[in-house]
């Protein structure tokens, strides 16, 4: 599928930029994976693909409490950009390329 793969992202949050590696995984008709960050890694949950689209969520803790990240991304070869809701904490966007 084409969202399949290691990705390199860097997202745009209202508190600055911050790296990201995303690891995408269709098979088996969802969407699973992690995201991995200065924050741990956190596991991809209510994934999903509709061709080259995919959204998930991740659930994150931090100095504010608990917070849903709700990604929406598009994949156009080997580049994904897409948008991010920070639980009640505004949006953002984010953009990488796999590998």
Do not use: H
Not at 1 to 23: C, E, F, H, Q, Y
């Amino acid at each position: 599928m084409a969202v399949d793969g290691t990705w390199k992202i860097t997202m745009n949050t209202p508190m600055g930029s911050r790296d990201l590696t995303l690891k995408l995984d269709s098979s088996g008709g969802g969407l699973a994976g992690q995201v991995e960050s200065a924050q741990g890694t956190q596991t991809i949950t209510n994934g999903s693909t509709d061709g080259d689209s995919a959204k998930w969520d991740v659930e994150m803790s931090g100095p504010m409490g608990a917070m849903t990240l709700s990604y929406a991304g598009q994949v156009e070869g080997d580049a994904i950009t897409g948008t991010v809701q920070f639980g009640a904490f505004g949006s953002g966007d984010f953009s990488g390329a796999r590998g």
